[in-house]
């Protein structure tokens, strides 16, 4: 994958912000479109569509939260959410809308590139997967757990043929519990497995994305299927 294969969709309403991150993203040779307010953002999406999603929360028209929810009705583009809201439950609000990682305002520019690198490289390794049925020689292509399915090369699962809707990074935690079933992952597990970076202390990004995969499991499979080990992290029932 190169930058200059992947356009980043920048929405803030603070004109300076937007330009500064359009600025850094071109330098390292990303393609990019900007939009200033929600309504502006949804259209732009879907006439030019978009590899990520910058998305600022508070924007005039359609705030952020919404614009997360009506893109994750039909898309699992990667979406990084960022606010001058700092508190964990602003946080855990855009990560429950659907946003793939979260930054609070002010940010540090080269810290905004590492993590839509992050997000880039996460998305377009499933992507190239399911176009290629790239995988290695012997490695199962699929995963069932009574009637879940888990198929890692078209990176989908499905209950009883019933599809699931999850994200790029739901997936990547349900593949990670179901391919060893009765082990506890703790939340640095989840975390440096799925996320390939450094783990800190007080992250509750994993817990809020666990939440909404469990969530979506227990609706289409009507029991848990994600346990919770108290203290130690989490786990599918072998």
């Not at 600025?23 to 040779?29: A, M, Q, R």
């Not at 508190?87 to 993590?115: C, H, Q, S, V, W």
């Not at 049925?133 to 292509?141: D, S």
């Not at 996320?195 to 979506?216: A, C, G, P, Q």
Request: proline share 3%.
């Amino acid at each position: 994958m190169t930058s200059l294969e992947r356009r980043v969709l920048i929405v803030d309403d603070e004109r300076e912000i937007a330009e500064l991150i359009e600025i850094y993203l071109k330098n390292e040779g990303f393609e990019t479109a900007v939009a200033f307010d929600g309504e502006a953002a949804l259209e732009i999406f879907e006439r030019q569509g978009a590899d990520l999603v910058i998305l600022d929360i508070m924007m005039p028209k359609l705030d952020g939260l919404e614009v997360c929810r009506r893109l994750r009705r039909d898309h699992h583009v990667p979406i990084l959410m960022v606010s001058a809201k700092t508190g964990d439950m602003d946080k855990i609000m855009g990560l429950m809308t659907g946003a793939d990682d979260y930054m609070a305002k002010p940010f540090n520019p080269l810290e905004l590139l590492a993590r839509v690198r992050s997000l880039l490289r996460r998305s377009y390794q499933y992507t190239r997967t399911a176009e290629t049925g790239a995988g290695k020689e012997g490695e199962g292509r699929e995963l069932r757990l009574g009637a879940l399915r888990i198929d890692k090369l078209s990176h989908s699962a499905d209950v009883d043929g019933r599809p699931l809707h999850l994200t790029s990074t739901e997936f990547g935690i349900l593949h990670l519990l179901a391919s060893q079933p009765g082990r506890v992952f703790s939340a640095e597990d989840i975390f440096q497995q799925v996320w390939k970076e450094k783990y800190f202390e007080s992250n509750n990004t994993v817990m809020v994305h666990i939440s909404k995969l469990r969530d979506k499991l227990e609706k289409e499979l009507g029991e848990k299927l994600i346990v919770t080990v108290w203290g130690v992290g989490y786990k599918i029932e072998g």
